[in-house]
C-alpha cells in the first residue's frame, strides 16, 4: 500500500530524467493530473496525456530536455509529507532560488504554482519544490 502518491509521483520523475527517459508513466489521480498540468504551465515537461492501461489508467509525462540533452529538471524536493503539512499564505511564499524555480501548491482553487498563488493572493499546502 503506498501512502505517499505525490511522493512516488515526483520520485518516478527523478529516477527517469536521471536516465534520460523521454516519457514516464504512473498511475492517474486529480492531484496528479494537478501538478502535471503545473509543470507543463511553467515548463519543465513538453505535455502529459492519460493512457489506458491494466488495471488503472496511467498518467504519461513526456520529459523535456534542452538542445544538447541538458535536463530541465534538475531538482525534485518534496515539501510537504502525509505526516508534517507545510502550509503557507500568499504573502509567505517565497520564490523557490530566486525565481528559478517553483513550488507546486494544493490552493483552494486547485493545484497552482507558487507565481500563480502569489498573483491571485492564494495560500495552501506547498507540495514540492523543483529548479
Known sequence: M?????ADMLTRIRNAVRVERPH????VSKVKRGVADVLKREGYIWDWKEVEASPVKQLRLELKYGPNGER???HVKRVSTPGRRIYSGS???RPVLNGL???????SRGVISDREARQR???GEVLCELW
Request: net charge positive; charged share 20%; hydrophobic share 50%.
Open 2 to 6: 503506498m501512502t505517499d502518491p505525490i
Open 24 to 27: 514516464v508513466d504512473m498511475p
Open 72 to 74: 530541465v529538471i534538475r
Open 91 to 93: 504573502r509567505k511564499l
Open 101 to 107: 524555480g517553483i513550488a507546486v501548491i494544493s490552493s
Open 121 to 123: 493572493n492564494l495560500g
